[in-house]
């Protein structure tokens, strides 16, 4: 079967970087990504990873690892506002995605 | 209207009643989506159409229907309510040129059945 891992939840300080990890299983591969969603939200894309390595974004970098099936989302000089949960999915050999559980990060002062 | 559109908001719904949530996306994209979110749960695809006239069905497709007339609307019906079908409904829509052609969602119907 098909299958998206990430941790539940995670806890950060406001100023400092969090790594998010999420593993995958999935019938093909046509590329990975990551979306941000607040609570009460729709989720909004971030990124987009296709070939190994890391895609910087400002604030935000993504990396990928075809052959280990495995992608992290990098924050850095994290921002109250960047408490939400960060949501991994995995375009299949079918053109679709294929989403994890999410990850609620929870940004303290 | 800008980007993708979802209505009703929220809805409360008799076990048994039928039920169509409507979506609409004015950025002229091909591939419209439905997924239902639960709890701990990724988003889940219910149905989904690479262009108009054309349907699919994904991962939960069981107990709702689609119809896909036009380029800019997608509506989801539910012939007859159940109450696992409580969830809050995400359209989306995806066709820009080029990578990575992400998804883009409308605000959700958050749908509760009794």
């Known amino acids: 079967g098909q299958n998206i891992d990430q941790p539940t939840e995670m806890t950060a300080t406001e100023g400092a970087i969090v790594q998010i990890n999420c593993t995958y299983q999935?019938?093909?591969?046509?590329?990975l990504f990551w979306y941000q969603q607040h609570a009460g939200e729709a989720p909004t894309f971030l990124s987009y990873?296709?070939l190994d390595g890391l895609e910087e974004k400002g604030r935000f970098s993504s990396f990928l690892s075809r052959s280990k099936g495995y992608s992290y989302l990098l924050l850095k000089e994290l921002q109250m506002k960047d408490s939400a949960s960060y949501l991994c999915a995995v375009r299949d050999s079918n053109y679709q995605l294929i989403w994890g559980a999410g990850t609620k990060l929870i940004i303290k002062p | 209207i800008a980007g993708i559109t979802q209505a009703p908001t929220s809805q409360i719904l008799a076990a048994g009643r039928r039920m169509t949530l409507r979506c609409t996306q004015d950025?002229?994209?091909?591939?419209m989506y439905w997924y239902r979110q639960d709890l701990g749960l990724g988003l889940r695809l219910i149905h989904y159409?690479?262009?108009?006239?054309?349907?699919g069905k994904g991962e939960v497709p069981d107990g709702y229907s689609v119809s896909r007339a036009n380029t800019d609307d997608f509506p989801l019906t539910l012939a007859s309510a159940v109450p696992s079908q409580t969830s809050v409904y995400f359209c989306?829509?995806?066709?820009?040129?080029?990578?990575?052609?992400?998804?883009?969602f409308g605000p959700g119907t958050r749908l509760t059945v009794l």
């Open positions: 989306a829509s995806s066709g820009s040129s080029g990578s990575p052609d992400e998804q883009f």
């Open positions: 999935t019938s093909g591969f046509n590329g």
């Open positions: 990873n296709v």
């Open positions: 950025m002229r994209h091909n591939a």
């Open positions: 159409s690479n262009t108009a006239g054309t349907t």
